[in-house]
Each structure stands twice: as C-alpha cells, then as structure tokens.
C-alpha cells in the first residue's frame, strides 16, 4: 500500500526556521497535506498543495513538493513556543475517495 | 456550527465490555470517518462511510462495527473491548468532494 514517512522529531531554537519533510511512495498522489495536532486535541489542517505545484506560501508557512523525488516539505519562518505539536503529512490518490494516508507525525519541539 | 463533536473524552473499560463511541457533526458532511492515534503509529483509518447507509472498511477495522444510518452520526462499536485497542479515536468528515478533513478532539480509551 501507499506510504507516508516522517521523521519522528525535531527540535530548534525560538525565532529559528523549522523544516520538516515527509516522503510518500504514491505516485498518483493528488493533494497532499501538513496537518497540526496541538496536545489534547484533534488534527487541523495547516495548509495542502496540489501534485501540480511545486511551491505554495501562506504567511510563516511555506510547502515545497517534489514531486519527482516524491518529497514534501513544510518550513515555518521565525518558529514560535506555540507551534510546538505534532505535525502530520498526509497524501490522497487518484480516484477522487479523498481517503488520506497519513504519516506517523514529526513532533516539533520549539525551546527558548 | 458545533463541528465534529465526539464522546466521550475519556473512558476505561475491562476486557470483554462493550461500548459505543459517539460522533455527530452538523456540517452536513457526507464522508465520515474513525482513526485510531497510537504512538509512533500516526493515524490508522478503521471504517469510514460516503453517505447515510454506506460504509466500508479500513486499515485496521477488526474489532470495531460502525452503521450510518444518519447524515449526522456515525458511532463506532466495541463488541468486546481487547487491551490491542487501548488508543485515542478520533472521528473527521469532509463535503464530498472537498480535500479537507474536520476532526473531533478525540476519545481516549484505555482497555484494563
């Protein structure tokens, strides 16, 4: 079956940026997602990309895709206490069921 | 709007019990579906329905029984709890033909 992967962890410094990247297996992969989970609560989604972009910006937000390398990153500019939690890549394929898979989640840790 | 709204936030049960977890959302969103959170394990899709009266299997769904018989609500049954389901659930809808999931807050559901 399809596959997302993530790495498990990431720590940086207040005010620093933050990159994190996913890998997905999926080659008819349509949309694909950076969704946040902040302790105790569901999942929101952040910010999505269509397969047919290869860059998309929203304020401290910016998702690249590579779509030849199958790679999906997210960087947040100027990283904030607050953006500490977990953030899940997630893809859906073809077909138009909008079933998303996602990966296991990369927890940002954001220290003073 | 209310949202997805899931319950209960928290319950313990013993091997064998029964219980049914709830989910309504007041979007009139014709996709729902369940996730189990376990760690390091992201999200795994359980059942998940198109529409009232269809539903269809996941990743994980032994275990677990779901009926849509309304557009709002789409419980999820344990007909004999197992320790293996000890795990945070989470419920989330979509329009139909809309990328963007909606998730509840989740249930945390230990099985002793």
């Known amino acids: 079956g399809e596959d997302v992967e993530q790495s498990l962890f990431l720590s940086v410094r207040e005010g620093d940026s933050s990159v994190i990247n996913c890998t997905y297996t999926d080659s008819s992969s349509t949309y694909l997602y950076w969704y946040k989970q902040e302790p105790g609560a569901g999942l929101q989604l952040l910010t999505y990309?269509?397969?047919?972009?290869d860059m998309k910006q929203d304020q401290r937000l910016t998702v690249l895709l590579n779509k030849k390398d199958k790679h999906l990153s997210l960087r947040i500019a100027d990283t904030q206490t607050g953006d500490s939690a977990i953030y899940f890549c997630?893809?859906?394929?073809?077909?138009?069921?909008?079933?998303?898979?996602f990966g296991r989640g990369t927890s940002l840790i954001v220290h003073p | 709007n209310a949202g997805v709204t899931q319950t209960p936030k928290f319950q313990v049960l013993k091997t064998g019990q029964s219980m049914t977890l709830q989910c309504a959302q007041d979007m009139n969103h014709e996709y729902m579906s369940w996730y189990r959170q376990d760690p390091g394990m992201g999200l795994r899709l359980i059942h998940y329905s198109v529409g009232a009266g269809i539903t269809d299997q996941g990743e994980v769904p032994n275990g677990y029984n779901v009926s849509r018989s309304t557009t709002e609500d789409f419980p999820l049954r344990l007909l004999s709890a197992a320790p293996s389901q000890t795990s945070v659930y989470f419920c989330?809808?979509?329009?139909?033909?809309?990328?963007?999931?909606?998730f509840g807050s989740g249930t945390q559901l230990s099985v002793l």
């Open positions: 997630a893809e859906t394929g073809a077909g138009g069921s909008y079933i998303p898979t």
């Open positions: 990309i269509f397969s047919n972009m």
């Open positions: 989330a809808s979509r329009p139909r033909s809309n990328e963007k999931l909606f």
